[in-house]
């Protein structure tokens, strides 16, 4: 049915799903080389607990810049840190206790310390909920 409307731009998470979403819905539409897919970090998932944390965008856009031709990524451009852009868009108390306590790790997705933070931070609102990073490494 997507094939049959006329599509020019496409607005897409930063999320892996998000683009893998776009990349095999619009494959076969007739203007697939001709559409521009825009990845818009602020139409992510909400964060509420470790598992929302977005894999690293370097290693989405290397794996997705081949199979969406027309791949815009300026509006990462406005990112210091494109490695942890999500934390630049949370509210201003929470934002700034993370980045305040964000160290490097090697051993680590993201060469930080961001699970354990976000973990500490849903503690204090989602304690039903919580999941460790290796949890969610472990289900992957």
Request: charged share 30%.
């Given at each position: 049915m997507?094939?049959?409307?006329k599509?020019h731009?496409i607005f897409?998470?930063?999320l892996?799903?998000?683009f893998?979403?776009?990349y095999?819905?619009?494959?076969?539409h007739?203007d697939?080389?001709?559409i521009?897919?825009?990845?818009f970090?602020?139409?992510?998932?909400?964060?509420?607990?470790?598992?929302?944390?977005p894999?690293?965008?370097s290693e989405?856009?290397?794996?997705?810049?081949?199979?969406l031709?027309?791949?815009?990524?300026s509006?990462?451009?406005?990112?210091?840190d494109k490695?942890?852009?999500?934390i630049?868009?949370?509210?201003?108390?929470?934002?700034d206790?993370?980045k305040?306590?964000l160290?490097?790790?090697?051993?680590?997705p993201l060469?930080s310390?961001v699970?354990?933070?976000?973990?500490?931070?849903?503690?204090?609102v989602?304690?039903a909920?919580?999941?460790?990073?290796?949890?969610?490494?472990?289900?992957?």
């Amino acid at each position: 049915m997507v094939n049959n409307i006329k599509i020019h731009t496409i607005f897409v998470s930063p999320l892996r799903r998000a683009f893998e979403t776009a990349y095999f819905v619009y494959k076969t539409h007739p203007d697939f080389d001709r559409i521009k897919f825009i990845v818009f970090p602020l139409i992510r998932e909400s964060l509420n607990t470790s598992s929302d944390i977005p894999s690293d965008i370097s290693e989405i856009l290397l794996e997705f810049k081949e199979k969406l031709p027309n791949l815009d990524c300026s509006m990462l451009e406005t990112y210091g840190d494109k490695t942890h852009f999500f934390i630049d868009d949370m509210q201003a108390d929470v934002k700034d206790k993370i980045k305040s306590k964000l160290i490097h790790q090697e051993d680590d997705p993201l060469n930080s310390n961001v699970f354990e933070l976000f973990i500490e931070e849903s503690k204090k609102v989602f304690p039903a909920r919580l999941e460790s990073k290796w949890n969610v490494y472990d289900r992957a």
